[in-house]
């Protein structure tokens, strides 16, 4: 508030006038000659002349006044005993406040008269004649505000001189210093019209002998004046640096004192950061004036200009650009309120005038200047980014990438921005390795051990990592370079956390191999000073991915490329050992243990991101020890996706899309099934159950030839074909007769149709697509069968014993096969006792009638049953388990041949397949002999009665020499299970109704004889 009042007293003037009007009305008549001679003789010996006694404080004084008033040419005498006056004041004001005394009583008393009588004259002398008395006065009023300032600065009642608000309440409040902030006022408002320059210069050279004691005095008059203060301190501090030198301030930036005399230039800048606190606007909008005036082209003055004005001299126009620099290194405030809006101002146009300016100026001031320039950008806490872009974009050369509507740059100021933005790299290097005072950084201990030096430019930079990684990307000539090498120092200062959010942007943002090696450089720069990075990196891109901040774009790119580095291990299998060699193991040991964090990934919502992902892990290393749970979801997953991949692979057919990518992501799919099925026994297990699973569920069937069955196991027919003949299953089984009951009180009801109505439609459903049918079963039985050929851990694809013949197939596990078969008799027939493997007489099988329907059915409605069967047999014993479905199919296919009544067995292709099918499978599997295992080559030739003879001889073979694994002997020469069938007893008994039917059709079987010879 006091603050405010005292900008109302120099605004208003109103205390001023209430003196002066005092000062007139009390005015004396002129003095005689005689009189003045006693006052100069009285004021000169401090004596009074007429009485012959010491003149008092007060008494002096008001001789000095009259004498002032009386006798002009005396006021420099006069002035500087007032100095003495206005400090005995001052200092009994300062005494009366640290004793807690009235500061209107005392000493202060008797002078304040005189405090007022002075300041009324020297009022009056500026009013009337402002030109000869207000340079003086405003001198010597600034001149002794300092001096008090700086005196009386360490008295106790003095606030710190960085608290100024309390300070210029402390001195406003005394009224020797009140009356000369008032007179210098006064001066300086009736100085503005003609000679500005001189009063503010003359509070520059009082600021810097005084400062910081003086900021108070500076404050008030800039709040008062601020146009004025500000436009005038920059004139006063230009002609000063361009006086004493850019090379001089140069030194006095770096802490260098130049000379006795320091320059106005610090002083320029306490005024100015005083000011900004509430005039910030008017000095950018002053700081970019001066810039632009600079450039621009000299102009005549106007008629208001004045002589002294800084436009009109060369000189100091060429100086105001190495000025503001110097200005702005010496104050980050100042550089912050104008970097913004002065790198919009860089326009070509203006680069031109700049350059035209600054190639008049010595080697070593330009060599200064650019020095100055490193030291703000590296020093400038905002718009860091801002400057970098500008630099990069300017410094460019001109190629076809980036050339456009926009004109490419003046080859010299191309040129002097890319010297500007290497000194500033090399700046930049010894700033972040501490070597601006000769220390070296050790590159074995980490950056965390090494003194934290704070750089503004890279502090800012560091919330840029995405951008700056971008436009490194974009692989423009010179431009890649310098942000690649920046992005280095940004991620050295910032430490791990900036190294890894750098690193995770360039896996992220890369797009071909080309921008995926700068990756590679940057870890090979911080690898040095930095462990453990790129599984660092690994760890924050896995966040990334579960915090769903990455896009689906993105999200594949990222798992592109990280399975483009791992797959660069292959060049070290071929001998060719490097640095991306040993990164890509690095980085496949991180993703492996990031396995179950993107196993997920595999059932995204996008093609293209579960296709990324399957690549990935395709071609990760697995871990050497892995938690069951990860393991099984990983393969639940893992399976998923295959059936996914099939799917899609038939879609892209249909529409005639390129179906590359489908079929890789298949072939990958399977990769990743084998690897994971040669893990670990539990991962073995988990893949052939979830598969055989998959193909027989019915979201699955159709890929496979399959169709949707009911409970029972009966396809489901469609609408089409089965329409609504209003007929009620609750009336019909409410009926006497509906119901059969069966030996062993088994009731079943079985329904072939409706009495009146006819048998159930047979619905013969055609495949759509039976290649793509034909290629999913292939597929399928591919992994089936490299998971149960597999064994070893991490992907080794091996047989137990391999084959003799690089044609020969792989020998199936057992163990594998095993499972196979328990997971199909789990599916096909659920209360199958895992016990039931001998066979009861052919007349007993009329007690799992309906369970035996159940498997026939199961096997209609999925064709890729017998496929399966086939790769069960291949793994001796494993077919022993697959017994009661051997049997219930069997008894069906008995049941039928019995009950057909056609001429041929070809007229029931079905069920002249699955016979032929089954019996292969048995033999296959060593269930048979040779000699029975063959009998399938007859079928075709045969009438339906006598496929059943022969099915019956192999039905009561299997009776009499059960399916037992303990008849099979594990052969070291084959590598694999065989079965001795000399050991079950003659076989000729089994073989005569083979041979009775040979007989019988020897025109046609004759061709088959020899095969079924004993």
């Known amino acids: 508030m006091l603050k405010d009042q005292t900008m109302s007293v120099v605004l208003d003037g109103s205390p001023l006038k209430a003196m002066q009007s005092s000062h007139t009305h009390t005015a004396q008549p002129a003095l005689s000659a005689q009189e003045l001679s006693q006052e100069i003789k009285s004021f000169i010996s401090g004596v009074d002349t007429v009485q012959g006694r010491k003149l008092s404080v007060r008494e002096h004084a008001r001789c000095a006044v009259r004498l002032l008033r009386s006798v002009p040419a005396c006021r420099g005498a006069v002035l500087e005993h007032l100095r003495g006056v206005y400090d005995e004041h001052v200092s009994a004001f300062l005494h009366n406040l640290e004793t807690e005394g009235d500061a209107s009583s005392g000493v202060s008393s008797n002078l304040e008269d005189i405090i007022q009588e002075v300041h009324g004259v020297l009022s009056e002398f500026i009013r009337l004649n402002p030109r000869a008395w207000a340079p003086l006065v405003s001198a010597w009023a600034v001149d002794l505000l300092g001096q008090l300032s700086s005196k009386h600065a360490g008295r106790r009642v003095a606030p710190h001189s960085s608290s100024l608000n309390e300070l210029l309440q402390l001195w406003m409040s005394c009224a020797a210093t009140r009356s000369l902030m008032e007179a210098y006022s006064q001066c300086l408002a009736a100085m503005l019209a003609w000679c500005p320059d001189a009063c503010v210069d003359a509070l520059l050279d009082t600021s810097v002998q005084h400062s910081p004691h003086f900021d108070w005095v500076v404050a008030h008059i800039g709040s008062a004046f601020p146009g004025t203060i500000i436009s005038r301190v920059l004139a006063c501090g230009l002609k000063d640096f361009c006086s004493h030198g850019a090379k001089e301030q140069g030194l006095m930036v770096m802490g260098v004192d130049k000379g ?138 001109a190629s076809v990438i980036i050339s456009g509507p926009t004109p490419s740059p003046h080859e010299g100021v191309r040129e002097g921005c890319d010297r500007l933005l290497q000194m500033l790299l090399l700046h930049l290097h010894k700033l972040v390795f501490n070597r601006s005072d000769g220390a070296e950084v050790n590159p074995h201990h980490p950056a965390s051990s090494q003194p934290k030096r704070v750089i503004p430019f890279l502090e800012e930079l560091q919330s840029h990592v995405g951008e700056l990684s971008a436009e490194t990307l974009r692989l423009e000539r010179k431009r890649h370079l310098w942000l690649h090498q920046l992005l280095c120092l940004l991620s050295v200062y910032g430490g791990p956390s900036i190294a890894t959010e750098a690193l995770c942007q360039l896996l992220t943002q890369a797009h071909n191999p080309e921008e995926l090696a700068l990756a590679w450089q940057l870890h090979t720069t911080l690898s040095s000073c930095m462990v453990g990075l790129i599984h660092a990196a690994v760890a924050r891109c896995v966040a990334q991915i579960h915090a769903h901040t990455l896009g689906p774009k993105q999200l594949r790119q990222l798992l592109l490329n990280l399975a483009a580095a791992i797959q660069s291990q292959d060049e070290e299998k071929r001998g060719a050992v490097g640095v991306q060699s040993s990164m890509a193991i690095q980085l496949g040991s991180a993703v492996s243990g990031h396995l179950h964090d993107f196993g997920p990934l595999l059932l995204h919502g996008d093609p293209a991101v579960s296709h990324a992902t399957v690549r990935l892990l395709s071609c990760s290393p697995l871990p050497r020890t892995s938690s069951p749970a990860h393991l099984l979801l990983l393969s639940r997953a893992a399976v998923t996706h295959f059936f996914l991949a099939l799917r899609r692979r038939g879609e892209s057919g249909k529409v005639g899309r390129d179906g590359g990518q489908a079929v890789e992501a298949v072939n990958c799919s399977v990769l990743l099934l084998s690897r994971f099925a040669a893990y670990s026994t539990l991962t073995l297990k988990a893949v052939l159950q979830q598969l055989v699973e998959g193909a027989l569920h019915k979201g699955n069937a159709g890929l496979f030839g399959g169709q949707i069955a009911d409970m029972s196991g009966a396809p489901l027919p469609s609408p089409s074909v089965s329409p609504d003949i209003g007929a009620s299953l609750l009336d019909i089984n409410c009926r006497f007769g509906t119901t059969v009951n069966f030996s062993g009180s088994v009731w079943s009801v ?103 329907i159940h498997i026939r059915r199961c096997f209609e409605a999925h064709p890729v049953l017998f496929p399966l069967l086939q790769v069960v047999a291949a793994g001796r014993p494993a077919l022993c388990y697959c017994s009661a479905v051997l049997r219930g199919l069997l008894a069906t296919l008995l049941a039928h041949w019995e009950a057909s009544r056609e001429v041929l067995s070809t007229d029931s292709p079905w069920h002249l397949q699955a016979s032929c099918l089954l019996v292969s499978c048995m033999g296959e599997g060593q269930l048979l002999p040779p000699v029975l295992a063959n009998v399938h080559e007859a079928f075709p030739h045969l009438t339906p009665f006598e496929v059943r003879l022969l099915l019956l001889a192999v039905w009561e073979y299997v009776r009499g020499n059960g399916p037992m694994p303990q008849k099979f002997v594990f052969s070291s020469e084959k590598g694999l299970f065989c079965r001795d069938f000399s050991r079950d007893g003659d076989v000729a008994r089994y073989v005569a109704p083979i041979h009775s039917v040979l007989h019988k059709n020897i025109d046609r079987l004759g061709h088959l004889c020899w095969r079924f010879q004993l």
């Open 750 to 852: 079985f329904h072939a149709g409706v009495i009146g109505k006819g048998l159930k439609v047979r619905t013969d459903t055609q495949l759509t697509d039976p290649l793509g049918v034909m290629q999913n079963v292939q597929t399928l039985l591919a992994v089936v069968i490299q998971c149960c050929s597999s064994s070893g851990l991490n992907g080794s694809v091996t047989g137990s014993r391999p084959p003799s013949d690089p044609d020969e197939p792989l020998p199936i596990n057992a163990e594998a096969a095993k499972v196979v078969a328990v997971t199909m008799v789990e599916n096909v027939c659920p209360d199958v006792a895992n016990g039931e493997l001998s066979w009861p007489p052919e007349e007993h099988a009329r007690t799992t009638v309906e369970r035996d």
């Open 260 to 397: 006795s005399r320091v320059p106005k230039i610090g002083s320029v800048v306490g005024i100015l950061g005083h000011l900004a606190v509430h005039h910030s606007d008017s000095i950018r909008k002053e700081l970019l004036r001066m810039f632009q005036e600079s450039l621009s082209p000299s102009s005549p003055l106007s008629p208001t200009s004045s002589s002294t004005s800084w436009e009109s001299s060369p000189q100091l126009r060429r100086a105001a650009v190495p000025f503001l620099l110097q200005l702005a290194a010496m104050s980050p405030n100042l550089f912050g309120a104008v970097s913004a809006e002065l790198v919009e101002l860089l326009r070509p146009p203006v680069l031109l005038q700049l350059q035209a300016l600054l190639q008049g100026l010595p080697r070593e001031e330009l060599d200064n200047m650019l020095g100055l320039a490193v030291h703000l950008i590296s020093q400038s806490p905002s718009g860091g980014s801002r400057v970098l872009r500008f630099l990069a974009d300017t410094a460019t050369p």
